[in-house]
Protein backbone atom coordinates (compact mmCIF):
# COMPACT_ATOMS: atom_id res chain seq x y z
CA UNK A 1 0.00 0.00 0.00
CA UNK A 2 1.40 3.58 -0.44
CA UNK A 3 -0.51 6.85 0.53
CA UNK A 4 -0.40 10.50 -1.23
CA UNK A 5 -2.88 12.87 -0.15
CA UNK A 6 -6.13 11.37 0.79
CA UNK A 7 -5.37 8.75 -1.87
CA UNK A 8 -4.73 5.21 -0.70
CA UNK A 9 -3.37 3.04 -3.44
CA UNK A 10 -3.41 -0.56 -2.77
CA UNK A 11 -1.45 -3.48 -5.01
CA UNK A 12 -4.48 -5.86 -4.82
CA UNK A 13 -3.02 -9.03 -6.59
CA UNK A 14 -4.88 -10.08 -9.33
CA UNK A 15 -7.63 -7.55 -8.85
CA UNK A 16 -4.74 -5.02 -9.67
CA UNK A 17 -4.15 -1.15 -8.84
CA UNK A 18 -7.10 -0.15 -6.25
CA UNK A 19 -7.69 3.93 -5.91
CA UNK A 20 -9.82 4.68 -2.45
CA UNK A 21 -10.62 8.03 -1.42
CA UNK A 22 -9.76 7.91 2.21
CA UNK A 23 -10.75 11.24 3.84
CA UNK A 24 -13.27 9.21 6.02
CA UNK A 25 -11.19 6.48 7.06
CA UNK A 26 -14.16 4.67 8.20
CA UNK A 27 -15.59 4.80 4.76
CA UNK A 28 -13.09 5.20 2.06
CA UNK A 29 -14.50 5.06 -1.33
CA UNK A 30 -13.05 3.31 -4.86
CA UNK A 31 -12.30 6.01 -6.74
CA UNK A 32 -10.55 4.32 -9.66
CA UNK A 33 -8.18 1.23 -10.67
CA UNK A 34 -6.31 -0.25 -13.54
CA UNK A 35 -7.29 -4.30 -13.44
CA UNK A 36 -5.14 -5.18 -16.36
CA UNK A 37 -2.12 -6.66 -14.02
CA UNK A 38 -1.55 -10.05 -13.70
CA UNK A 39 -0.47 -10.35 -9.80
CA UNK A 40 0.04 -6.96 -8.52
CA UNK A 41 2.32 -7.17 -5.47
CA UNK A 42 3.71 -3.68 -3.77
CA UNK A 43 3.00 -0.18 -5.16
CA UNK A 44 5.26 2.64 -4.74
CA UNK A 45 4.10 6.21 -5.44
CA UNK A 46 6.42 9.20 -7.20
CA UNK A 47 5.14 12.19 -8.38
CA UNK A 48 2.50 11.39 -10.92
CA UNK A 49 3.23 7.75 -11.22
CA UNK A 50 2.62 4.74 -9.56
CA UNK A 51 5.39 1.53 -9.37
CA UNK A 52 4.23 -2.21 -9.11
CA UNK A 53 5.96 -5.37 -9.13
CA UNK A 54 4.73 -7.90 -10.06
CA UNK A 55 5.02 -11.53 -9.43
CA UNK A 56 6.58 -12.17 -12.44
CA UNK A 57 9.12 -10.71 -14.28
CA UNK A 58 7.51 -7.68 -15.93
CA UNK A 59 6.76 -4.87 -13.76
CA UNK A 60 4.38 -1.92 -14.11
CA UNK A 61 4.32 1.78 -14.59
CA UNK A 62 1.07 3.42 -14.13
CA UNK A 63 0.30 6.74 -14.73
CA UNK A 64 -2.20 8.38 -12.08
CA UNK A 65 -2.45 11.71 -12.92
CA UNK A 66 -6.48 11.69 -13.48
CA UNK A 67 -6.86 8.91 -9.80
CA UNK A 68 -10.10 7.50 -11.71
CA UNK A 69 -8.87 6.55 -14.65
CA UNK A 70 -5.32 5.51 -14.37
CA UNK A 71 -3.44 4.52 -17.52
CA UNK A 72 -0.66 2.22 -18.56
CA UNK A 73 3.07 4.18 -19.13
CA UNK A 74 5.37 2.02 -19.42
CA UNK A 75 7.25 -0.72 -17.60
CA UNK A 76 10.69 -2.21 -16.91
CA UNK A 77 11.56 -5.91 -16.46
CA UNK A 78 13.76 -7.48 -13.71
CA UNK A 79 14.80 -11.50 -14.10
CA UNK A 80 12.60 -13.43 -11.33
CA UNK A 81 9.73 -12.47 -8.92
CA UNK A 82 10.06 -8.79 -7.48
CA UNK A 83 10.41 -9.10 -3.92
CA UNK A 84 11.00 -5.27 -3.62
CA UNK A 85 11.94 -2.40 -5.08
CA UNK A 86 12.98 1.37 -4.47
CA UNK A 87 12.81 4.66 -6.32
CA UNK A 88 14.72 7.51 -6.87
CA UNK A 89 14.38 10.10 -9.39
CA UNK A 90 15.46 8.52 -12.03
CA UNK A 91 16.41 4.84 -11.36
CA UNK A 92 14.28 1.98 -10.12
CA UNK A 93 16.64 -0.65 -8.09
CA UNK A 94 14.39 -4.14 -8.42
CA UNK A 95 15.44 -6.82 -5.76
CA UNK A 96 14.44 -10.23 -6.82
CA UNK A 97 13.89 -13.96 -6.55
CA UNK A 98 16.29 -15.13 -9.81
CA UNK A 99 14.99 -17.93 -12.39
CA UNK A 100 17.03 -20.58 -9.86
CA UNK A 101 16.09 -21.47 -6.08
CA UNK A 102 18.02 -19.10 -4.16
CA UNK A 103 19.82 -17.25 -6.05
CA UNK A 104 18.88 -13.32 -5.37
CA UNK A 105 19.47 -10.32 -8.24
CA UNK A 106 19.40 -6.80 -7.88
CA UNK A 107 18.73 -4.36 -11.02
CA UNK A 108 19.36 -1.50 -11.62
CA UNK A 109 17.03 0.69 -14.18
CA UNK A 110 16.96 3.64 -15.75
CA UNK A 111 13.73 5.55 -15.69
CA UNK A 112 14.50 8.87 -17.15
CA UNK A 113 12.22 8.11 -19.90
CA UNK A 114 8.82 6.30 -18.48
CA UNK A 115 7.72 4.92 -21.51
CA UNK A 116 11.33 3.44 -22.09
CA UNK A 117 13.00 2.43 -19.68
CA UNK A 118 16.47 1.10 -20.05
CA UNK A 119 18.40 -1.66 -17.75
CA UNK A 120 21.80 -0.56 -16.12
CA UNK A 121 22.97 -3.38 -14.98
CA UNK A 122 22.52 -6.25 -12.36
CA UNK A 123 24.19 -8.36 -10.00
CA UNK A 124 23.07 -12.11 -8.90
CA UNK A 125 24.65 -14.23 -5.71
CA UNK A 126 23.55 -17.61 -4.45
CA UNK A 127 22.18 -17.28 -1.16
CA UNK A 128 20.43 -19.91 1.17
CA UNK A 129 16.68 -18.13 1.44
CA UNK A 130 15.07 -14.95 -0.05
CA UNK A 131 15.93 -11.47 0.08
CA UNK A 132 12.87 -10.04 1.26
CA UNK A 133 13.52 -6.22 1.56
CA UNK A 134 15.58 -3.49 0.08
CA UNK A 135 16.78 0.31 0.97
CA UNK A 136 18.69 2.70 -1.22
CA UNK A 137 20.92 5.69 0.28
CA UNK A 138 23.66 7.50 -1.55
CA UNK A 139 25.50 5.10 -3.58
CA UNK A 140 24.50 1.82 -1.20
CA UNK A 141 22.24 -0.76 -1.47
CA UNK A 142 21.05 -2.89 2.10
CA UNK A 143 19.42 -5.76 1.06
CA UNK A 144 17.52 -8.14 3.98
CA UNK A 145 18.82 -11.55 3.07
CA UNK A 146 16.14 -13.84 5.69
CA UNK A 147 18.82 -16.49 6.53
CA UNK A 148 22.40 -14.58 5.77
CA UNK A 149 21.27 -11.59 7.18
CA UNK A 150 22.02 -7.74 5.84
CA UNK A 151 24.35 -7.17 2.27
CA UNK A 152 25.83 -3.76 1.28
CA UNK A 153 26.29 -3.12 -2.17
CA UNK A 154 28.28 -0.63 -3.73
CA UNK A 155 26.06 0.56 -6.71
CA UNK A 156 27.79 3.71 -7.74
CA UNK A 157 28.48 2.01 -10.98
CA UNK A 158 25.18 -0.42 -12.19
CA UNK A 159 27.24 -1.89 -14.93
CA UNK A 160 29.63 -3.25 -11.78
CA UNK A 161 27.82 -3.28 -8.45
CA UNK A 162 29.65 -4.68 -5.66
CA UNK A 163 29.31 -6.82 -2.67
CA UNK A 164 30.79 -4.77 0.25
CA UNK A 165 29.99 -6.77 3.20
CA UNK A 166 27.61 -9.24 4.83
CA UNK A 167 26.79 -9.42 8.13
CA UNK A 168 24.78 -12.01 10.28
CA UNK A 169 21.73 -10.23 12.21
CA UNK A 170 19.52 -12.72 14.99
CA UNK A 171 16.64 -14.07 13.62
CA UNK A 172 14.97 -14.26 9.84
CA UNK A 173 15.34 -10.97 8.61
CA UNK A 174 12.22 -9.40 6.67
CA UNK A 175 12.88 -6.14 6.06
CA UNK A 176 15.80 -3.05 6.26
CA UNK A 177 15.80 0.84 6.25
CA UNK A 178 18.95 2.51 5.72
CA UNK A 179 19.56 6.23 7.00
CA UNK A 180 22.59 8.26 6.67
CA UNK A 181 24.44 6.60 9.74
CA UNK A 182 22.40 3.71 11.17
CA UNK A 183 20.01 1.37 9.62
CA UNK A 184 17.08 -0.90 11.43
CA UNK A 185 16.16 -4.27 10.39
CA UNK A 186 12.91 -6.22 11.55
CA UNK A 187 13.03 -10.26 11.27
CA UNK A 188 10.76 -13.27 13.14
CA UNK A 189 12.65 -12.09 16.35
CA UNK A 190 10.67 -9.92 19.14
CA UNK A 191 12.72 -6.95 18.57
CA UNK A 192 14.35 -4.30 15.97
CA UNK A 193 18.12 -4.39 15.49
CA UNK A 194 20.17 -0.85 15.20
CA UNK A 195 22.85 -0.84 12.98
CA UNK A 196 26.28 1.31 12.80
CA UNK A 197 26.46 1.29 8.50
CA UNK A 198 29.14 3.91 8.77
CA UNK A 199 31.79 1.63 7.85
CA UNK A 200 30.06 -0.14 4.72
CA UNK A 201 32.21 -2.46 5.01
CA UNK A 202 32.04 -3.34 8.42
CA UNK A 203 28.51 -3.03 9.95
CA UNK A 204 28.10 -3.49 13.57
CA UNK A 205 24.84 -3.87 16.07
CA UNK A 206 24.09 -1.27 18.25
CA UNK A 207 21.58 -2.37 20.04
CA UNK A 208 18.04 -4.61 20.18
CA UNK A 209 15.25 -3.02 21.41
CA UNK A 210 12.48 -4.94 22.54
CA UNK A 211 8.54 -5.27 20.88
CA UNK A 212 5.25 -7.07 22.16
CA UNK A 213 5.37 -9.24 19.29
CA UNK A 214 6.38 -10.33 16.05
CA UNK A 215 7.54 -7.13 13.67
CA UNK A 216 6.05 -7.69 9.99
CA UNK A 217 5.98 -4.25 8.50
CA UNK A 218 7.70 -1.10 9.30
CA UNK A 219 7.91 2.42 7.87
CA UNK A 220 9.67 5.85 8.44
CA UNK A 221 9.29 9.27 8.87
CA UNK A 222 12.05 11.26 9.67
CA UNK A 223 13.99 9.54 12.94
CA UNK A 224 10.65 7.65 13.98
CA UNK A 225 10.32 4.03 13.04
CA UNK A 226 6.68 2.72 13.21
CA UNK A 227 6.23 -1.46 13.57
CA UNK A 228 3.35 -3.01 12.85
CA UNK A 229 3.66 -6.31 15.10
CA UNK A 230 0.77 -8.95 15.80
CA UNK A 231 -0.17 -7.19 18.71
CA UNK A 232 0.01 -3.77 18.25
CA UNK A 233 2.01 -0.79 16.34
CA UNK A 234 4.84 0.69 18.34
CA UNK A 235 6.82 4.36 17.49
CA UNK A 236 10.46 4.37 18.05
CA UNK A 237 12.46 7.34 18.10
CA UNK A 238 16.20 6.05 16.74
CA UNK A 239 17.89 9.21 17.98
CA UNK A 240 16.74 8.75 21.12
CA UNK A 241 18.83 6.17 21.53
CA UNK A 242 21.94 7.67 19.93
CA UNK A 243 24.20 9.78 22.50
CA UNK A 244 23.37 12.91 20.51
CA UNK A 245 23.18 14.23 16.84
CA UNK A 246 26.08 15.24 15.27
CA UNK A 247 27.59 14.42 11.66
CA UNK A 248 31.12 12.67 11.56
CA UNK A 249 34.74 15.27 11.32
CA UNK A 250 32.29 18.48 12.10
CA UNK A 251 35.03 19.91 14.46
CA UNK A 252 33.50 23.45 14.02
CA UNK A 253 29.88 22.00 15.05
CA UNK A 254 28.17 23.39 11.65
CA UNK A 255 26.54 20.10 10.61
CA UNK A 256 29.29 19.26 8.15
CA UNK A 257 32.37 18.34 7.26
CA UNK A 258 34.79 20.43 5.24
CA UNK A 259 38.13 22.01 5.47
CA UNK A 260 37.15 24.70 7.82
CA UNK A 261 36.77 21.86 10.15
CA UNK A 262 40.41 20.99 9.52
CA UNK A 263 40.93 24.83 10.20
CA UNK A 264 38.99 24.95 13.24
CA UNK A 265 40.27 21.90 15.26
CA UNK A 266 44.31 22.85 14.68
CA UNK A 267 43.42 26.41 15.99
CA UNK A 268 41.99 24.70 18.99
CA UNK A 269 44.52 21.88 19.12
CA UNK A 270 47.29 24.55 19.78
CA UNK A 271 45.43 26.56 22.82
CA UNK A 272 43.04 28.94 20.66
CA UNK A 273 39.50 29.88 23.10
CA UNK A 274 36.67 28.14 20.74
CA UNK A 275 36.52 24.23 21.46
CA UNK A 276 34.88 21.53 19.11
CA UNK A 277 30.98 22.78 20.42
CA UNK A 278 29.26 19.16 20.38
CA UNK A 279 30.31 17.14 23.53
CA UNK A 280 28.18 14.59 24.18
CA UNK A 281 28.22 11.85 27.24
CA UNK A 282 29.80 8.84 25.77
CA UNK A 283 30.09 6.65 28.84
CA UNK A 284 31.87 4.80 29.79
CA UNK A 285 34.99 6.77 28.41
CA UNK A 286 33.08 10.39 29.79
CA UNK A 287 32.30 13.38 27.93
CA UNK A 288 33.81 13.39 23.97
CA UNK A 289 33.94 16.39 21.42
CA UNK A 290 32.60 13.83 18.84
CA UNK A 291 32.51 15.68 15.70
CA UNK A 292 36.50 16.42 15.99
CA UNK A 293 36.97 12.82 17.01
CA UNK A 294 37.29 12.19 13.07
CA UNK A 295 39.20 9.14 12.84
CA UNK A 296 36.51 7.58 15.65
CA UNK A 297 39.48 6.41 18.66
CA UNK A 298 37.72 7.93 21.41
CA UNK A 299 39.77 10.97 21.82
CA UNK A 300 40.71 14.30 20.18
CA UNK A 301 44.07 14.88 18.90
CA UNK A 302 46.56 15.33 15.92
CA UNK A 303 45.89 12.30 14.50
CA UNK A 304 42.30 13.73 13.93
CA UNK A 305 43.32 15.89 11.57
CA UNK A 306 46.02 13.82 9.67
CA UNK A 307 42.50 11.73 9.27
CA UNK A 308 40.55 14.89 8.43
CA UNK A 309 43.50 15.50 4.96
CA UNK A 310 42.88 11.82 4.33
CA UNK A 311 38.97 12.49 3.71
CA UNK A 312 39.47 15.76 2.30
CA UNK A 313 41.27 13.74 -0.08
CA UNK A 314 39.01 11.17 -0.84
CA UNK A 315 40.90 8.54 1.16
CA UNK A 316 39.14 7.54 4.29
CA UNK A 317 35.77 6.96 5.36
CA UNK A 318 33.33 8.70 8.45
CA UNK A 319 34.37 7.09 11.76
CA UNK A 320 33.01 7.28 15.42
CA UNK A 321 33.90 6.54 18.33
CA UNK A 322 32.00 3.00 19.13
CA UNK A 323 30.37 4.63 22.68
CA UNK A 324 28.73 7.60 20.86
CA UNK A 325 26.76 6.37 17.95
CA UNK A 326 25.83 9.55 15.26
CA UNK A 327 22.15 10.18 14.75
CA UNK A 328 20.32 8.28 12.13
Avoid at 282 to 309: E, F, K, R, W
Wanted: net charge negative; charged share 15%; aromatic share 12%.
Amino acid sequence: MAIRDSLLFVADDTMGLQILNIIDPEAPVLVGNFSDLYSARCVTIRENYAFISNAFMSNYIIDITDPANPTLAGDWYALGMATDFFVTDSLIYTLSESAEPYMIRLTITDITDIQHPEELGYIEEYTTSIAWGLSIRSHYAYVADMYSGLRIYDVSRPDSIALLSQYDLPGNLWDIYAGNYMAVSISDEPSIQLLDIMDRQNPRLIMSLPLDGIAYEFSTQYTDVYIATNSSIQIFDVNYYCTCGWAPGDANGNGVFNALDVAFLVNWLKGGPLQPPILCPCPPIGPLHVGADANGSCAVNGQDVTYMIRRLHGWGDPRACLNCPPGF
